[in-house]
Each structure stands twice: as structure tokens, then as C-alpha cells.
Nanobody, 124 residues
Framework: QVQLVESGGGLVQAGDSLRISCAASSRTFGSRAMAWFRRAPGKDREFVAAISGSGGSTDYTSSVKGRFTISRDNAKNTVYLQMNSLKAEDTAVYYC?????????????????WGQGTQVTVSS
């Protein structure tokens, strides 16, 4: 079992930056791809960003490319999402997810473990 705990969400203004974190309880953290998904009010959960187990590969949904950066520290069992130039449409609950394999997946079905989510609210 892998437990994931997100932190760092909050209320910010449009144009601001925010970094959210996800701490994982896994002895095989470096062998797991990690991802961030989000669910906005009234919408389905959507893919935001993912990073391979080694950290050498990343992928992003088009709406956040150039603004968000996913990274990981395998020594700390932690994955981060740095969010810059935030927009009102980025408002959502952000979920951290862990995969049983080191390569990136892009769908919710690719990830077996999920955190409880952290709320990010961007006011315009």
C-alpha cells in the first residue's frame, strides 16, 4: 500500500504562484511514476502533469504547459507541482497519484494510489 498526503493548497489571486506537495509512504517511490490530476466544480477529474520514476521524463496537459512544473525528490519521497501565472480556471481540488510502474501514464486508470486532494482556489 502507498499512502499519499498532499499539502500546500490555498487561496491565491490570478497571476500568483503556488507550490503544492505530495509526500508518499513507499519504499519503492523511485520506481513509481507520479502524477497530478485535478477536479474543478462540476467537471470530471482531469490529468495535469506526470513525472517518471527517475524524474527524467515529464508530461503536461496543454492548458498548463509553460506555467506548471512537476518535479520530484526521491530522497524525500515527495513530488511537487509548481504553479505559476495561475488563472481562475485553475481552481480545483488537486490530487496526487502514484503508479505501480516507473513510466508515465496519462489517465486515472493508470494510477492505483490516490491522495485525499488539496484545494487550490484562484480568485480573479
Amino acid at each position: 500500500q502507498v499512502q499519499l498526503v498532499e499539502s500546500g493548497g490555498g487561496l491565491v489571486q490570478a497571476g500568483d504562484s503556488l507550490r503544492i506537495s505530495c509526500a508518499a509512504s513507499s519504499r519503492t517511490f523511485g520506481s513509481r511514476a507520479m502524477a497530478w490530476f485535478r477536479r474543478a466544480p462540476g467537471k470530471d477529474r482531469e490529468f495535469v502533469a506526470a513525472i517518471s520514476g527517475s524524474g527524467g521524463s515529464t508530461d503536461y496537459t496543454s492548458s498548463v504547459k509553460g506555467r506548471f512544473t512537476i518535479s520530484r525528490d526521491n530522497a524525500k519521497n515527495t513530488v511537487y507541482l509548481q504553479m505559476n501565472s495561475l488563472k481562475a480556471e485553475d481552481t480545483a481540488v488537486y490530487y496526487c497519484a502514484a503508479r505501480g510502474q516507473p513510466w508515465i501514464g496519462l489517465t486515472t486508470a493508470d494510477y492505483a494510489y490516490w491522495g485525499q486532494g488539496t484545494q487550490v482556489t484562484v480568485s480573479s
